[in-house]
């Protein structure tokens, strides 16, 4: 059984745990939600909307940077819900995961993380986190709102984002629906105190380089950007979340003496 199985298999009472937004960042502006808990028990993947802001067997959220150089500033993670520490690694090297890392990340992919011990048998765990960001310890008792370290890029994380997953025992639960998805459209019952909104995608950044940069340096903000008068080339680039089939993009670029061209694109 897959993890989207658990998710719908016993119902919850949302009454019972209630869970803040684990980071400090503001998620209208400055991060954003990438994928969601997978409900579709087949190898295809559907979020708790029906939607596609997940993918086959995804158990957690994730919280991405929609500017990447907040990574380098430092964005806090922190804790939930009150509890205590029941595990925590730091010291895995932030780094783009690929295939190339399958065995450097083995029984690791988490990366650096924490796991929290609630009551009730409520556990969350904070994966992905910047190495030697971690501040709390085994043992250690977290109230809510208590920094845990850093979004990182550790362990089997392909961007920097923040990996949240809720478990009661050893069931996945999505905190957007605890009792799993009962059907598309309409309101569900979360864990949340204060549910964020759902955003079905949007453009993370847009710019220009002298050549066509690769996706990897559009995802850590490492593009290069400065042109001058002797570039060889403008490229246009833009990274954006949640595209689908069919959906088009319109760039309008004006500059002096009436310079000005509009193309529509289809990602």
Request: aromatic share 8%; charged share 20%.
């Amino acid at each position: 059984m897959n993890a989207a199985a658990l998710v719908a298999a016993f119902p919850v009472s949302a009454a019972d745990f209630k869970l803040s937004v684990p980071i400090e960042c503001d998620l209208r502006t400055e991060c954003y939600i990438q994928q969601y808990v997978d409900h579709d028990p087949s190898p295809n993947a559907s979020d708790f909307t029906c939607s596609n802001l997940t993918y086959d067997g995804h158990k957690g959220t994730d919280f991405g940077l929609r500017d990447p150089s907040l990574f380098a500033r430092g964005v806090t993670v922190v804790a939930a819900a009150n509890g205590r520490v029941i595990g925590r690694r730091d010291g895995v090297t932030d780094k783009s995961y690929t295939d190339a890392d399958a065995e450097r990340v083995k029984n690791m992919e988490c990366g650096n993380g924490v796991v929290i011990q609630h009551e009730n048998g409520w556990q969350t765990q904070y994966c992905h986190l910047k190495r030697g960001s971690v501040l709390v310890s085994k043992g250690q008792s977290v109230q809510r709102g208590d920094p845990l370290g850093q979004i990182g890029i550790s362990g089997k994380a392909a961007f920097p984002h923040l990996h949240l997953s809720v478990r009661q025992g050893s069931r996945v639960v999505d905190p957007f629906a605890p009792n799993g998805r009962l059907k598309c459209g309409g309101e569900l019952e979360t864990l949340w105190d204060l549910t964020p909104a759902y955003v079905s995608g949007g453009l993370l950044s847009i710019g220009f380089s002298d050549h066509v940069p690769t996706f990897e340096d559009l995802r850590l903000g490492t593009a290069p950007v400065t042109l001058t008068t002797h570039s060889k080339a403008i490229v246009g680039c833009a990274h954006a979340f949640g595209v689908q089939r069919n959906y088009q993009l319109m760039i309008n670029i004006t500059g002096p003496m009436g310079f000005s061209i509009k193309k529509i694109f289809c990602p």
